[in-house]
Structure formats: structure tokens, C-alpha cells
């Protein structure tokens, strides 16, 4: 069965700095797809990057990029240069195949306050 | 491109009252997700579907609970009878086929009290 965790329940990280959040995940499945989306405190989710397991390069989405590490079976979100309004949750999630018909998992979160 | 719609956005109700929450994808989209979030279990998917079609209602709850997609453009998640720990932001997501992600509604806030 899938399984994505996230073991970081809260990070505080000084503006502008780098900050790494981390993801693991478990799956049989050599077709999957890894997910992050951030929530702020308003409540909607908002979608941030995607990395397909046949994706040769890791994902970037301007400040935003994914360390895919597929044998250990990680997928850490990077944000470089952080900023106040980058504070907020952060979820991890994963779908097996890239079907419409499998389902999205999500992990637990991590909450990332930004220090001015 | 309208987003996600989901109504009602709030909605306070009395224990034992039935609750229906509505959800209209993205125009094209062929899955739809329906999640419940609260502090305590975080973001539980509860029923998905494809084509119109539930694929897995393994995170239903209980019977209590119910979910419909009688077309493309509509779905519905109902609670009958509701319980206070039905209390909770139920999410309604869309994507489509090899789709790099799914998009969210922005929730109905439910309490029951």
C-alpha cells in the first residue's frame, strides 16, 4: 500500500534563507507521481510542484524545487531565498500510476513559519 | 477557466440534521476526489471517482456517509445523520488523465454542533 510521510511537524526558518522540507514515501508501484502543495492560513490548497518517477531531472517551479532521490524513495521540497509569506503548511503527497483512476495520497504536513 | 466549485462554504447544523455539500470540477476534468481534513487525522481522502464512476470509497467513514456524481459537472458528498465529529474542511479536488496535478476547491467548512 502507498504510504507518504512527513516527519517534520513544524519548521521556523530565518527570511531568506534556504529551507528543506522532507518527504518519504512507499510504494510497490514503479509508475507514480509526488506532489507538493502549500496551505496557507486561509485555508486553500494551493498546488506548488510535481515529479513523475520516470522524470530523469528534478522539478523546479522558480523558487520552488524537488529533490528527487529515488532509491532512497524521497522527494524533499527546496525553497531558496524563503519569504514571509512562504509561512504556511506544506503537504506531500502521492498518486501510483499517473491514471486519473488512482487515488492521491497525502502526508501529515509541515508547518514552516518564516522569522522576519 | 473557472476552478473548482464547492458550496456551501460555511455550513453550521444541528447533530441528527442531514448535510450535502456540492462540488463542480473543472470543465474537461474526469476524476474527482473528495477529502476531509481536521487537526487531528489531517488530509483523509474519503472517495474518488473516474469517468463518473467511484473507484474507491475506502475512506468513507461510515454508512453515515454518501457520495454521488450523477454527471461530469456535479458531485455530492452527504452526511446523514450528521455527528459533532463530522465537524471538519471537506476538500473537492479535480483532474484529468495524465493530468501532473489536482486542483481544490476551496472547501466546505462544517460544523456540527
Known amino acids: 500500500a502507498q504510504k507518504i510521510t512527513q516527519t517534520q511537524p513544524g519548521m521556523f526558518v530565518q527570511e531568506k534563507e534556504a529551507v528543506t522540507l522532507d518527504c518519504t514515501y512507499d510504494t510497490s508501484d514503479q509508475s507514480y507521481g509526488l506532489f507538493w502543495y502549500k496551505q496557507p492560513s486561509s485555508g486553500e490548497m494551493i498546488f506548488l510542484i510535481y515529479?513523475?518517477?520516470?522524470?530523469?531531472q528534478n522539478a523546479t517551479e522558480g523558487r520552488y524545487s524537488l529533490n528527487f532521490q529515488k532509491a532512497r524513495k524521497s522527494a524533499n521540497l527546496v525553497i531558496s531565498a524563503s519569504q514571509l509569506g512562504d509561512s504556511a503548511m506544506y503537504f506531500c503527497a502521492m498518486r501510483e500510476g499517473y491514471s486519473s483512476a488512482s487515488k492521491i495520497i497525502f502526508g501529515s504536513g509541515t508547518r514552516l513559519s518564516i522569522r522576519p | 477557466d473557472a476552478g473548482v466549485i464547492q458550496s456551501p462554504r460555511h455550513e453550521v447544523t444541528e447533530m441528527g440534521q442531514e448535510v450535502t455539500l456540492r462540488c463542480k470540477p473543472i470543465?474537461?476534468?474526469?476524476?474527482l476526489f473528495w477529502y476531509r481534513q481536521t487537526m487531528m487525522r489531517g488530509l483523509e481522502l474519503l472517495i474518488y471517482?473516474?469517468?463518473?464512476?467511484?473507484?474507491?470509497d475506502s475512506g468513507m467513514p461510515e454508512d453515515r456517509f454518501s457520495a454521488k456524481m450523477p454527471n461530469a459537472s456535479f458531485s455530492t458528498l452527504k452526511i446523514q445523520p450528521s455527528e459533532p465529529r463530522d465537524s471538519a474542511v471537506y476538500f473537492c479536488?479535480?483532474?484529468?488523465?495524465?493530468?501532473?496535478?489536482?486542483?481544490f476547491g476551496e472547501g466546505s467548512w462544517l460544523t456540527v454542533v
Open positions: 471517482f473516474n469517468n463518473n464512476v467511484p473507484i474507491d
Open positions: 470543465s474537461g476534468h474526469n476524476s
Open positions: 515529479q513523475g518517477s520516470y522524470d530523469e
Open positions: 479536488a479535480s483532474g484529468r488523465d495524465r493530468g501532473n496535478t489536482i486542483y
